[in-house]
């Protein structure tokens, strides 16, 4: 949330395995001062992570108030384990953030919500525990009119699941605000919506409304930007996550899309009997299925190298990209967005 | 549920507008003793339906009872208010029932379970209130194993919503079993579970999960069939549902498709700017969407010819649609699913 102050927890896994702490760093207004690892204490965000903000490595949330150098609004669980669980060693570090009054953000499927020792200690302390993996209660069936907001929509799919659709996301609305457009960034994953403090879970809401809970959000903020980047979620071939996927590209009624790959990426995470098919196959899939209910068309791409060390084999990968789809394509983290923010440019705001 | 004795309510809607009622007296083993429909008190069911067993209709539960010839084991709600909410003019019938020791069944978005008075009456009563809406708690991400199983898996994908999925999935489990084929059906949806007494409502599960859903299904039947016939849902251009009928052409891995239509259909129903692309258009998106995941193909074809009063214009319907998949066809309330059964044993048995 804007300019909070937090402490960030990522025990044994900052950063490299901390997906979500990263992305608040990077892309959250929120004022980082202490991250949490055990098995990084001493160390200083500054000798991992070159690009965000430094703040001290701490094993605790009360090293870490101890060493904050302004007070503390709240503590982040910036990890999650296999499954979503709440790893009981982390017990102290979140009761220690609510004693000392601060909320406490997670995107676990556990809700601390419904911990009988956290919901009772959170209301002695009238703090807030916010467990953005819950959805709102208010959604239901879509309408079919996210296609009438004013502004122009732009939604990253991809050709799997953790390709960066989310950092793609984020680094195409910081792009394009450096360009002058009045973007926003639509959160659709637990990432997304810590850092904008704001969104919904689409994967968690019920199959029904998963379009529905999309186009909410779409209108929501429709009329007050230019352009709306909504975070796209898995693969529309994914064995068994498609559903979420499909929900999301007839729900958001995108003007534009941006197809986002891993370079090195040959079978799908996870379900390796399943083999990526061409690039233009997923364009075909994508614009096929999204034009019944609103004409769209891949406009860029976005290609994650990080798994290719050389600069230049790294280009070739990007180029290659482009190449294939016949449209601008860039690395977000290592080339910046802006040749993504040209594709949308002549895709979709000028088209 | 099998040879279960049964009154069921339609309250103002019988026949027409009582699909689940019709459902469960056209294609379940249930033997009704009687249709509650407090419009049509005095009538009979065969007045109305003439290829149903017959049963007195009559004003409430009650009344029901008393008419019975057999001893009732449950009453089933067969009709649902736009909202699936609970009318309270239903609420003497299902307290009259569960004081009367039988179970209720519900397929209402309102559960049962969680209305005070049912729970506690249900409790001291020793009856079962089943809301079939209500997801199993251990569905889980799908495996992407339902290909595995022995039985041949055939799924039935729409147009359109209400375009007669189920009855054609019921109607090809019978022709099938007509022809000495060991079929199953695989409810998905409110009715069809109703039917088979088993299933799961998969447009309630959480989106992470609606391939999981199916695919538990299917592997829980599929090596104890020759054939099982997947009831679909929605249609994969659906503005709102498409969700849902993604997850299912994933999770159940269907060796073929039968792709059914309504005749009369040119607009999404309900969603009127929505205009259905030609019948070779669903073909290339169900085939292509399916191919990455579990290569399948459209087989045959059912087209819902009710809106159409002439035999002579329903059979050229029919074959327009056989002439336009290039599969055999029919209506399978009209004319039997026997020419579906024929594509699906070229197409998918026999291939």
Redesign the interface.
Known sequence: MSDERIIVLAHEKFPDRAKTALGVMRYGDQQVQAVLDRDRTGDRVADHVPDVADAPIVGSFEDGLAAAEEAVDALYIGIAPIGGGFDESWRDDVRAAITAGCDVVSGLHYFLNEDEEFAELAAEHDVTLRDVRDPPDDIG????NAGDVDADVVLTVGTDCSVGKMTTSAEVVAAARDRGIDAALIPTGQTGIMIEGWGSP???????????AVEDLVVERGDDYDLLVVEGQGT????????????I???AMADGLVLCHAADREVIHG?E?????PLA?YV??YE??A???HETSVVAGAVNTKEIDDDAAAADAVATVADELGVPAADPVRDGADRIVDGIVDGVIEK
């Open positions: 069936v879509a309408s079919g689409i994967d968690r809401v019920i199959s029904d409304f998963t379009a529905g529309i071939i994914h064995p068994a996550y498609s559903a979420v996927t499909c929900g590209l007839h729900g379900y009997s399943v083999t990526l098919p196959d075909d899939l096929d299925l034009a019944p209910v």
